[in-house]
């Protein structure tokens, strides 16, 4: 065979395996097609970019229902040839779920839990798992703001707001209704000196007053009053005003037989109770020894008042700091509190902790409101007031103190609410009180004997 021969069978083997490479199946995948949505429809045919042959998947669409690798096989058929192909994909969840809100503002009656429950009655989800966060306070109305979130499985998540309305049914509160006045003749008269009042929620009610008062001339005077808050509600009652020529000799008010602090712990004896006294400028020096030799199981001190944001420091709180300590008895503090914000109540807890220092206290911070009388003067309402005390146990807390609200069985039944979420220190002037919510401490008198101080004192029953 002579050199051409030969070089043209090369050339028809070349040809002819060149033929068969052109005649073997082929395919190309779209890249567009590795990452799928979850819950999405696919082709499976589609994820083919480019084909030679003839191409039979084992599905006519991709799995694409849970999140996950997965892998489609094609068989490709081309002449005489025919090979298996894999495509594999990833199924993946990026879209947040749907939220849907029933009513953009829905009402609940005040004292009526808002549940999680209620919170699926209004808003529904096409998946994931519902999350809820509000500033609802169902003891007080006023509009309130629920945070919904849903969360699916692959983290997304989606969030809406709506707003709750605990309609305002409660009138106004007349805490003194300027009941038996006297005026002198010539006198200048303002009602609102002489009465004190508030409202549940608004901070400021409308005072109505019908009928007037001559303050030149003697007699009596009836007035009609109202108040009226920002939804209508109204109390209505009557008094009235006597202008008269002189005031007749006041009678010494009869004072209350002194309780000796012996007598006092035997009357209350009992499980798991301590005996003690609380304290203020107005007891002068003190012998806290004699206190301690007498049976004083603890002392509650006022480290001062508050007005505007300022602590102003009681002028014994040091000296009877002092004391306490160097005989080791427990010791809590109480301050009165004049403040309307709560920027004001965070200033003067900060300064109650710095003028405390390192000093440990054994037994409660305690707030102390004593200006009921003149209350619609500070332009707050009774949840205004709540919030104060809410702001001052929170930075108690938040500085590792123990939180306790002081006040009168009239006031803790009128005006303060959540008493029995609250350590309470309860003021009540009665051998066996009839308060039938919980507390922790009780002040049982105005006029308790103890040797180690001159004069009357507070004093007080701790129960453990």
Not at 93 to 98: E, K, L, Y
């Amino acid at each position: 065979m002579n050199k051409r021969n030969r070089m043209g069978i090369l050339i028809a083997v070349a040809v002819f395996l060149m033929l068969l490479i052109l005649s073997m199946p082929k395919i190309s995948f779209n890249e567009g097609y590795r990452i799928l949505e979850r819950g999405g429809s696919y082709h499976s045919l589609d994820a083919i970019s480019s084909l030679e042959g003839n191409v039979k998947a084992d599905s006519a669409f991709l799995y694409a229902e849970k999140i996950g690798g997965y892998d489609m096989h094609y068989t490709v058929k081309r002449a005489f040839f025919s090979k298996e192909y894999t495509f594999h994909y990833e199924v993946v969840d990026t879209i947040p779920p749907v939220l849907t809100v029933k009513d953009d503002t829905v009402s609940v009656f005040v004292d009526t839990p808002y549940s999680y429950e209620d919170v699926l009655n209004n808003v529904s989800t096409n998946e994931g798992t519902l999350e809820y966060d509000t500033d609802l306070d169902n003891l007080f109305p006023g509009e309130y703001t629920v945070n919904v979130r849903a969360v699916d499985e692959a983290g997304n998540s989606s969030s809406v707001s709506y707003r709750v309305r605990v309609p305002d049914e409660e009138a106004p509160f007349v805490l003194d209704g300027g009941y038996g006045i006297e005026i002198l003749r010539g006198s200048d008269f303002d009602i609102r000196e002489y009465i004190s009042y508030g409202d549940n929620a608004d901070p400021d009610p409308e005072l109505i007053v019908e009928g007037k008062v001559n303050p030149s001339k003697i007699g009596k005077y009836p007035l009609h009053l109202s108040l009226k808050d920002a939804s209508e509600n109204e109390t209505k009652w009557d008094t009235s005003i006597e202008v008269i020529r002189k005031r007749k000799e006041e009678e010494d008010d009869q004072e209350e037989e002194p309780v000796e602090f012996s007598d006092f712990r035997k009357d209350q004896a009992g499980q798991g109770r301590r005996f003690g006294v609380d304290v203020s400028e107005w007891q002068g020096d003190i012998d806290f020894a004699k206190l301690k030799d007498a049976g004083c199981d603890f002392i509650m001190m006022r480290i001062g008042f508050s007005r505007n944001g300022t602590l102003y420091l009681d002028k014994s709180f040091r000296a009877n700091l002092a004391g306490a300590k160097s005989v080791g008895m427990p010791i809590g503090i109480y301050y009165y509190s004049n403040d309307k914000s709560e920027e004001e109540v965070r200033s003067v807890f900060r300064q109650i902790v710095s003028e405390l220092g390192d000093t440990q206290l054994e037994l409660p911070v305690v707030f102390d409101w004593e200006n009921f009388g003149d209350f619609q003067e500070y332009g707050i309402s009774f949840k205004d007031l709540d919030h104060l005390y809410q702001v001052f146990a929170q930075e108690a807390v938040k500085r590792g103190y123990e939180p306790m609200l002081y006040g009168s069985k009239y006031y803790l039944e009128n005006i303060w609410r959540y008493r029995e979420e609250r350590n309470i220190w309860l003021a009540h002037y009665t051998d066996k009180s009839s308060y039938q919510g919980n507390y922790r401490l009780w002040q049982v008198c105005a006029w308790g004997r103890i040797d180690g101080i001159e004069g009357n004192v507070d004093l007080d029953v701790l129960f453990y």
